[in-house]
């Protein structure tokens, strides 16, 4: 009995050791390919309208939602509400502690942190790249905070668009691929990209 027992867990064990490193190079190729030009559009943006060394509108809490929402496509935490949701809660969390307390790197980062993750969590839209973008609210000079809540809107929310938009496009464009998981919403994303193919 205990032998049996045994022997199913090393046959699971290697079952699951042999799926986790498979390696599909179609799948990580339309990771890249998706990444790629989510984070090329918003570059070139960024490049067309502020100089190299103003770094606003190309936030670095893009490079994290890049990961989830084009190599992590099945995470809860990668489907277009936490994407979207996740970083505006968060801009506006941010923005709003930088706006209310005096700049005190020490209070006002863990503050717009702790802040964005509580309306996160109440929200539904949990995307751990979001205590970032809060993040760099607080921290990243007056240039920013000098926008105020135009930050919200731009680069927060139109980067998230743009990053979401890249992802519909790259995540479905083969079989294998699906995203956002979601039944309503893939749905009619399904529904619009047949349309177009037909």
Not at 17 to 24: F, G, H, P
Not at 89 to 105: E, H, K, M, N, R
Request: charge should be positive; charged fraction near 15%; include cysteine.
């Amino acid at each position: 009995m205990v032998r049996k027992k045994i022997k199913r867990g090393l046959r699971v064990s290697r079952y699951v050791i042999y799926k986790e490193t498979l390696v599909d190079y179609r799948e990580h190729f339309w990771s890249f390919i998706g990444a790629f030009a989510g984070i090329g559009i918003i570059a070139f943006l960024q490049s067309l309208q502020l100089s190299r060394l103003e770094n606003i509108f190309l936030i670095g809490s893009f490079g994290a939602s890049s990961v989830l929402v084009y190599g992590a496509i099945q995470s809860p935490l990668a489907q277009p509400r936490n994407l979207i949701g996740g970083h505006l809660v968060s801009a506006l969390a941010g923005v709003t502690v930088a706006q209310l307390l005096p700049d005190i790197i020490w209070l006002t980062a863990p503050l717009a942190v702790a802040i964005s993750i509580v309306l996160m969590q109440v929200t539904k839209t949990l995307h751990p790249p979001g205590g970032a973008t809060a993040l760099i609210a607080v921290s990243s000079g007056e240039k920013i905070k000098a926008m105020g809540y135009l930050f919200v809107l731009s680069p927060v929310l139109t980067g998230a668009c743009i990053l979401l938009l890249m992802a519909l496009l790259f995540n479905n464009m083969t079989p294998h691929r699906r995203y956002p998981t979601t039944n309503r919403f893939t749905s009619y994303i399904r529904g619009v990209l047949n349309r177009n193919r037909d």
